[in-house]
C-alpha cells in the first residue's frame, strides 16, 4: 500500500528558506516517480517540481527554476524539496505524490496535477513578514 506523509512546513520570512520532506513506505523510490505539488488559497493546484524513476530526472516549475532543489535519499525512502528564496507567492500547501505511471511526470512537465481522488494532509508553507 502506497503511502507518502510530507512534513517541513512552516512560517519563514521572504528570504528565507525550508526543507520539505516526504517519506514513502509502500514502494521503494527507484520504482516510481515523485512529484511535488501546491495549492495556495483561492487556486488549483499546481506541480511545482518531480523526480522521475530510474535515474531521477528531475523537473521544475518556471516559477521555481534556480531556487528550489528536488532530491531523493533512496537509504531513507524520502524524497526532499530544498526551497531557497522563499516568495510570499510560495505560500501554499505543499504535498507530495508518487505514481509507478507517466501520467505524474507527464503533467508535471506541464504544470498540472494529476487527478487522484485522495492526497495526503500536506504541509502548510507560508511566507510573509
Known amino acids: 500500500q502506497l503511502q507518502l506523509v510530507e512534513s517541513g512546513g512552516g512560517l519563514v520570512q521572504p528570504g528565507g528558506s525550508l526543507r520539505l520532506s516526504c517519506l514513502v513506505s509502500g514502494f521503494t523510490l527507484e520504482q516510481v516517480a515523485i512529484g511535488w505539488f501546491r495549492q495556495a488559497p483561492g487556486k488549483e493546484r499546481e506541480a511545482i517540481s518531480c523526480i522521475s524513476s530510474g535515474n531521477g530526472v528531475t523537473h521544475y516549475a518556471d516559477s521555481v527554476k534556480g531556487r528550489f532543489t528536488i532530491s531523493r535519499d533512496n537509504a531513507k525512502n524520502t524524497v526532499f524539496l530544498q526551497m531557497n528564496s522563499l516568495k510570499p507567492e510560495d505560500t501554499g500547501i505543499y504535498y507530495c505524490?508518487?505514481?509507478?505511471?507517466?501520467?505524474?511526470?507527464?503533467?508535471?512537465?506541464?504544470?498540472?496535477?494529476?487527478?487522484?481522488?485522495?492526497w495526503g494532509q500536506g504541509t502548510q508553507v507560508t511566507v510573509s513578514s
Open positions: 505524490a508518487a505514481d509507478y505511471r507517466a501520467l505524474l511526470i507527464r503533467l508535471c512537465i506541464l504544470g498540472r496535477a494529476p487527478p487522484y481522488d485522495s
